[in-house]
């Protein structure tokens, strides 16, 4: 599926950097794909919310901080981007999921 959505786009980060997290925030990078832990993501999100962009799981479902006790343990994985680019890819990653 990766490979579906790099042969639609260009400019979309895979890593778990939060330097690219802010990339996508100040509109350098197009979107990026990361994984890690609830509290790796709640600061991001905000920032690149707060810049117009889109935080979400990799299927476009937003992040759940309510019960962050039950979820230690989890792994998440992020998609973020701008709002089209993010829709774009949500519309591919949902057709092939």
Same mark, same amino acid.
């Given at each position: 599926?990766?490979?579906?959505?790099?042969? =639609?786009?260009?400019?979309?980060?895979?890593? /778990?950097?939060?330097?690219?997290?802010?990339?996508?925030? =100040?509109?350098?990078?197009?979107?990026?794909?990361?994984?890690?832990?609830?509290?790796?993501?709640?600061?991001?999100?905000?920032?690149?919310?707060?810049?117009?962009? =889109?935080?979400?799981?990799?299927?476009?479902?937003?992040?759940?901080?309510?019960?962050?006790?039950?979820?230690?343990?989890?792994?998440?994985?992020?998609?973020?981007?701008?709002?089209?680019?993010?829709?774009?890819?949500?519309?591919?990653?949902?057709? /092939?999921?």
């Amino acid at each position: 599926m990766v490979a579906k959505l790099l042969l =639609e786009c260009r400019d979309l980060r895979i890593t /778990n950097s939060v330097y690219d997290l802010m990339m996508v925030a =100040e509109g350098k990078y197009g979107g990026i794909i990361c994984g890690g832990k609830i509290w790796d993501h709640i600061a991001p999100e905000i920032i690149i919310k707060e810049a117009g962009g =889109e935080y979400s799981d990799f299927f476009g479902k937003p992040l759940g901080y309510s019960n962050p006790l039950a979820d230690l343990d989890k792994q998440y994985s992020i998609f973020s981007a701008a709002p089209e680019i993010h829709k774009k890819l949500q519309d591919i990653i949902n057709k /092939n999921a």
